[in-house]
RNA sequence: GGUCCGGUAGCUCAGUUGGAUAGAGCAGCAGCCUUCUAAGCUGCGGGCCGCGGGUUCGAAUCCCGCCCGGAUCACCA
């Protein structure tokens, strides 16, 4: 990396020039701002306390020096504080040479070391997965991917909540008003009949407590009292029990969700090494509460309910147990904790669930703590931003939410119609098509999810996302789709590009801005590692694009001359293609040879 | 009320962890297809970086206070 190593000449320059060692980092390196002169810029406000001098001196002292003894800079300017070195092109050419053929560039080798466990998706099985999930789901599977470009070993782990009151309710409209009706016989996806007896159910529930109000029962009580609620939860305790009923209900329902989930997660290109269920899970916490207590740092109220105190850290009291003995969510959390950690003895253990519940693994990792689990300082909360609509929040108990698949649907179609527009490939048979306009309306759709920082609460707008201009998946798609073109040409043309010597001529600005965005690629990849951020990426990928297409229409590529000039812009634009394509591959976009 | 997160162009978002005159895309306006794909390229306009103090050579970035928005503080998950 060329910053470490003017790091060091830097502090050659500094010693020879003042007398004086400074660390590496002591120096400031950053790309020179495009209105300047120069590759990388030296900040030299920092150093001056040791040269004694003003900034101009200090800069034209120390880049006379790095002009004489460092073989990577040419030559070099000052303004005010800052030290503008000009790279020489040979570097830029040497690191073409060496690195435009290697299909692993930027990606690191795995080390032997702990796996990082990362859980996401963790739907509920009583309706269809929406737009948060989506975005659950993408950021999950490419930080996954991303560390795994980082050289982690990587367990991507579901946990599908399939028990609990809200599977109940589904279950119990089903049964009173379901008619028996299937996915085979009504042809819906199993997960969107599910969720309909949901929607269904909250419907029905809502007019008894209406009713009950209307009686003059009080709001609080009639909520509670609804006949509807009481009875989902005597079936909850009739599952609890383990009745055959209640039971068969439950897996043949459930059945119908996952052949739906499996259908969308294959959409979306997600997947999964291991799934978890909570209904093999959600009594495993029952065992550390029984151990908390034997230890004293959980205690029991007079109702038998079991509680951990965390008021000493500056926290609440949370309930563990209930007074009859039955679990809560934060009991199941422990347990899975301890189960997932027994599993892989991870480095890290990762959670991609939504910043609402940033207060439940706090939580969680404090309680862990006090039961002596050092392993709870390894969790990590990914916690991301909800996805908002311009009419507000999405309410799925009221059906109001953005569908995955339907999302996903529309997406495609909106692809397909573009491209009709654009009169493009006529020749394409019907399947060839259909794959494309799927590639570029998941294109799009996960580049707009994983371009913005996970963190940030974002907008989601239908009519504005679906664009397909500007900083956009498309546009990184069309720029590959574009190299591909050009390559196909000369490979027509018989040129073999990938074999070349060392070229040996001087850069245009335009092929070394590229050579110099492509540099930074391992870099990136590495801050995306490091940040958990698929944004690094998505940014990257479409300034890489940007500049290509710069490149693109300034130079004449197949028409050049000069042979050598030729073969290294070929083989230039096949390395950002590819580098294109690992970006992007990492946020799970694929990139057509063709659009 | 306590805690956490956010506030940057009309809209959606970047801003390399403190550096130069704060950047993209969309939207608007004006150009570029006889030339390797115009889903592209070029140009123009657009800003109290929520507000006020502080730290220093230098602040959108760090600290303090305030304003606005969101999340959370359940015997829900």
């Known amino acids: 990396m060329i910053e470490t190593l003017l790091a060091n000449e830097l502090s ?7 007398g004086q060692q400074l660390s590496t980092d002591t120096f400031q390196i950053q790309k020179t701002r495009p209105e300047f002169e120069g590759d990388l810029t030296v900040v030299v406000f920092p150093l001056l306390r040791i040269s004694r001098k003003a900034p101009e001196p200090t800069a034209n002292e120390i880049g006379g020096y790095m002009v004489e003894h460092s073989a990577e800079v040419e030559s070099f300017n000052v303004i005010k504080g800052f030290l503008n070195l000009l790279i020489a092109d040979a570097y ?3 690191f073409y ?5 290697d299909m692993a560039f930027g990606f690191q080798p795995e080390k032997d070391e702990p796996p990082v466990v990362i859980e996401y998706s963790s739907p509920n099985t009583n309706k269809p997965l929406h737009l948060g999930h989506i975005r659950n789901n993408l950021l999950g599977w490419s930080v996954a991917e991303i560390l795994k470009a980082n050289g982690k070993k990587v367990a991507k782990v579901n946990l599908v909540n399939d028990r609990g009151i809200h599977i109940c309710k589904s279950m119990l409209a089903w049964q009173k008003w379901g008619k028996g009706k299937t996915p085979e016989g009504t042809g819906k996806k199993g997960d969107k009949l599910v969720g309909d007896y949901y929607v269904l159910f909250d419907k029905e529930y809502k007019k008894e407590v209406a009713k009950l109000i209307g009686q003059g029962m009080p709001k609080d009580e009639a909520t509670h009292q609804a006949p509807l609620l009481l009875e989902a939860k005597a079936m909850l305790k009739k599952w609890e029990t383990g009745d055959q009923e209640v039971r068969a209900l439950w897996k043949k329902m ?6 739906g989930f499996d259908k969308t997660y294959a959409r979306l290109g997600i997947d999964f090494d291991k799934t978890y269920y909570e209904s093999d899970t959600y009594l ?3 065992a550390l509460v029984e151990e908390g207590l034997k230890k004293g740092v959980l205690f029991k109220k007079d109702d038998g309910s079991v509680w951990c105190d965390l008021k000493d850290e500056g926290l609440d009291e949370k309930l563990l147990l209930r007074g009859d003995g039955t679990s809560v969510y934060m009991t199941q959390d422990l347990g899975t904790a301890q189960l997932r950690y027994t599993d892989y003895k991870p480095q890290k253990l990762m959670y991609v669930v939504g910043n609402e519940q940033i207060y439940h693994f706090d939580v969680l990792k404090r309680i862990l703590k006090k039961l002596g689990r050092n392993w709870a300082d390894d969790i990590l909360h990914l916690s991301y931003g909800m996805v908002e609509l311009p009419e507000g929040k999405m309410k ?9 698949d339907d999302l996903m649907e529309e997406m495609a179609r909106t692809a397909k119609k573009t491209s009709d527009e654009l009169g493009k490939f006529d020749d394409f048979t019907p399947e060839e098509s259909r794959n494309l ?14 371009k913005v920082d996970p963190k940030k609460t974002m907008m989601f707008n239908p009519a504005e996302s679906i664009d397909f201009n500007g900083n956009t998946g498309p546009f990184i798609q069309y720029t590959h789709a574009r190299i591909q073109s050009v390559l196909r040409k000369a490979k027509a043309e018989g040129l073999v590009f990938n074999e070349q010597k060392m070229p040996a001529f001087s850069l245009h600005k335009k092929e070394k801005a590229l050579l110099k965005m492509l540099h930074n690629f391992p870099q990136v990849v590495q801050l995306a590692g490091d940040t958990f951020s698929p944004a690094q990426l998505a940014n990257f990928s479409f300034e890489l694009s940007k500049e290509y297409n710069q490149f693109y229409h300034e130079l004449s590529i197949l028409k050049e001359p000069d042979e050598n000039k030729k073969f290294f812009r070929l083989g230039l634009s096949d390395f ?3 580098t294109l394509g690992s970006a992007m591959g990492l946020l799970g976009i694929r990139l057509p040879e063709r659009m």
Not at 254 to 259: G, L, P, Q, R
Not at 437 to 450: C, D, P
């Open 576 to 578: 950002t293609a590819r």
């Open 396 to 404: 799925s108990r009221e059906g109001k939410v953005v569908d995955a």
């Open 254 to 259: 459930n059945a119908w969700v996952y052949s």
């Open 97 to 101: 040479h060496e690195k435009h053929a």
């Open 92 to 94: 830029y050419l040497r």
């Open 12 to 18: 050659n320059a500094v010693e020879a020039l003042y």
């Open 284 to 286: 495993l916490g029952k």
């Open 437 to 450: 306009y799927e590639m570029i309306g998941l294109g799009a759709l996960k580049y707009f999810m994983l």
